[in-house]
């Protein structure tokens, strides 16, 4: 099956500073990525798809300019919290879009 | 908009019994079911998914049924082992995005 390469696994940062994980697909071109937000012991929650060589299309309540994606080539999506807030802390983890979903290893985010 | 529920929260059964984690959904033009098992802090991963088109879908020790009249479908997880111990989430699709159940953790008792 496809694999997707997260990075990095785990990540602290202070607030007020962006963080960018990066979500590489390995063995495939990915033409849309989806990228999810997962709180401790709840489900995933889509926060938007990439969509290679154009913008993302945000799910409804996610803010565009907090969370920049980017995805600039076929094997290469990032999401980047920018001036990241203690409750921006989460798992954040992406996804390929080939039909069955093949997760990347996830990002935790902590911001103190 | 599509809804999944997902029952129960949390599932203890003994070592070698058989667990069940229940979901339906709302939208009837949903055509694909997965389940996926989350280890703690780990990725999700698939385990057994279904389309519309079956009734049940068996793989080894675990089994999907659904019932498209009803609009549930369930995980059937026979002679259950310590490794089974995870959360599980079901999911349905809804133009072209899945809608994710809350999740089922599941522990199993020695």
């Known amino acids: 099956g496809a694999v997707v390469s997260q990075h990095p696994s785990r990540v602290i940062c202070k607030s007020g500073t962006s963080v960018k994980i990066e979500c590489r697909s390995l063995?495939?071109?990915?033409?849309?990525m989806f990228w999810y937000r997962q709180f401790p012991k709840k489900s995933l929650m889509l926060m938007a798809t990439s969509n290679e060589g154009s913008k993302a299309t945000y799910e409804q309540g996610v803010e565009k300019d907090k969370f920049l994606i980017n995805h600039a080539s076929l094997t290469l999506s990032t999401l980047t919290v920018t001036s990241a807030h203690p409750e921006d802390s989460s798992f954040y983890i992406c996804?390929?879009?080939?039909?069955?979903?093949?997760f990347g290893e996830g990002s935790r985010l902590t911001v103190l | 908009g599509e809804n999944v529920e997902q029952h129960p929260s949390t599932l203890s059964v003994q070592e070698g019994d058989s667990a069940v984690i229940k979901c339906t959904y709302s939208?009837?033009?949903?055509?694909?079911f997965p389940w996926y098992k989350q280890e703690l802090g780990k990725r999700p991963q698939l385990i057994i998914d279904i389309r519309s088109n079956v009734g049940e879908k068996k793989d080894q020790r675990i089994a999907v049924t659904l019932n498209k009249t009803a609009k549930h479908f369930s995980l059937h997880i026979t002679e259950t082992q310590p490794e089974d111990s995870a959360v599980y989430f079901c999911?349905?699709?809804?133009?072209?995005?899945?809608?994710w159940g809350a999740g089922t953790k599941l522990i199993i008792k020695p």
């Open positions: 939208d009837s033009a949903s055509n694909y």
């Open positions: 996804s390929d879009n080939t039909g069955e979903l093949f």
């Open positions: 063995d495939f071109q990915a033409t849309t």
């Open positions: 999911a349905a699709d809804s133009n072209y995005q899945l809608i």
